[in-house]
């Protein structure tokens, strides 16, 4: 069990099953409050700089070495395009503006929704900054479509090039 104690009493959590159907939750046995643990969410963004879609190399697991989108968690409270946006200003030194979205992709045992917005270059040159290794500009017929780092990246870019 990844959390013990109630984060409202600091009572102990205990897993029960609250409707029939439903997963277990966890509920403190003195307050009874229920701690829902939802899906994060992943933000990331698509865009094309200099001819090409601009990818990033990861340097961090998952994904070490392979490449993907620029993108991360939505914090709390933030608004996903505005997290898109971030993501891709702290890994790319690139701003960005998102244009709209291209999917949103989600697959079972997999705790994080991956939002994908297009977006549009704003300033700034690309270069490798937080948790990445590279970033390149790829042409739409040379994507490193066997290095990619996730089934969302694959899919997201699938998408991406059909509403092109």
Known sequence: M?????????GCLDTRTLKEG??????CDDCGFVFYLGP???????????????????????????????????ERGEVAEVAAEREALEETGVKIEVTGIVGLYSYEGQV???AVFAARAVRGEPVP?????????FRKDRLPWPE???????QALKDYLRKA
């Open 22 to 27: 439903e997963p277990e939750r966890l509920v």
């Open 2 to 10: 990844e959390y013990r104690f109630c984060p409202r009493c600091a």
């Open 129 to 137: 900054l937080d948790e990445t290794m590279d970033v390149k500009s």
């Open 40 to 74: 994060k969410l992943v933000a990331g963004a698509l865009f094309e700089l200099d001819g090409g879609i601009v990818l990033i190399q990861r340097s961090i697991e998952p994904g070490y070495g392979k490449w993907t989108f620029p993108g991360g968690f939505v």
């Open 112 to 114: 994080p929704a991956i």
């Open 148 to 154: 990619m780092a996730f089934p969302s990246t694959e």
